[in-house]
């Protein structure tokens, strides 16, 4: 058995997130239908650096498998794009070393997310900029960002719903920039808590908008209370941009 590291890019829009669901249409479910049609119908299980929600989006998820194939690399790209719906894209496909864990030996991550600065809808964008009407003071936001820069409890900027009970995470570059009606978060770090980047984006557009101060975010850190942040940020505005290693 030969393990493979795959790189992937995908659509989110029309998947019910990555992870497989019963009776619901997943990014995992579609790529190991795809391998197991490449397998005469041998069921081939595939492990990613980690889930991502309906609507999210993935320039550089990464996921591993093993097969018995033995398929130069460039003609795995070709096999599985025959197979694979238009919203599934493999970039690369790379032989790895038997223990290689597409998960447990990632070393940080980068989200970005966009924002359509715009009172008008725009139909070619609504699936990929989460649009936002109010005024924003761009200089707030970067300063309440230079509070996130390090290694904090981000138990306020993270989902009810997460189950991991380690909530410290160190984030090493926050960066924001603006382009005409766009706006675009980029966060770089160690790893990321359920929802965390898209609570800290609608924190720091609350920030923007004066419902908060740059240095409110030292008080909501110290917390430790979802109640304390923003209100989270569509999904489809998210994307997993790139995992390193």
């Known amino acids: ?15 019910s997130g990555y992870q497989v669901q019963p009776q619901k249409r997943t990014v995992q479910s579609e790529i190991e239908e795809a391998l197991k049609k490449l397998h005469k119908g041998s069921p081939i299980r595939i ?6 929600d309906a609507g999210v989006h993935a320039r550089g ?24 719906p238009d919203d599934i894209a493999v970039k690369k496909v790379e032989k790895a070393a038997p223990d290689f864990h597409a998960r447990f030996d990632a070393t940080g991550k980068e989200y970005r997310y ?13 699936h990929y900029q989460f649009q936002y009407g109010y005024p924003l003071d761009i ?3 970067k300063a309440a960002a230079d509070y996130l820069v390090g290694t904090h409890d981000f138990t306020s900027f993270c989902s009810a719903k997460t189950e991991v009970e380690d909530r410290v995470r160190t984030i090493l570059r926050v960066g924001i920039e603006m382009s005409r009606e766009q ?5 770089v770090g160690d ?10 984006v609608g924190t720091l557009l609350e920030t923007g908008r004066g419902l908060h101060q740059p240095e409110d975010m030292k008080t909501i850190l110290a917390g430790k209370d979802r109640s304390l942040a923003g209100k989270t940020a569509a999904a489809h505005g998210l994307y997993l941009w790139e995992v390193f290693y």
């Not at 058995?1 to 998947?15: A, E, P």
């Not at 706006?183 to 966060?187: G, Q, S």
């Not at 790893?191 to 800290?200: A, C, K, Q, S, T």
Request: with cysteine; proline share 4%; charged share 20%.
């Open 47 to 52: 492990t990613a650096s980690g889930r991502t």
């Open 61 to 84: 998820q990464v996921i591993h498998f093993d097969s018995p194939l033995h398929i130069p690399e460039d003609k795995w790209v070709n096999a599985l794009h025959s197979l694979l």
């Open 1 to 15: 058995m030969q393990r493979y590291k795959c790189t992937i890019s995908y659509d989110g829009t029309l998947f």
């Open 114 to 126: 966009f924002v359509r600065l715009s009172n008008y809808k725009d139909p070619f964008t609504r």
């Open 191 to 200: 790893g990321f808590l359920y929802n965390m980047v898209r609570i800290l």
């Open 183 to 187: 706006l675009m978060f980029r966060f």
């Open 139 to 141: 200089k707030q936001m």
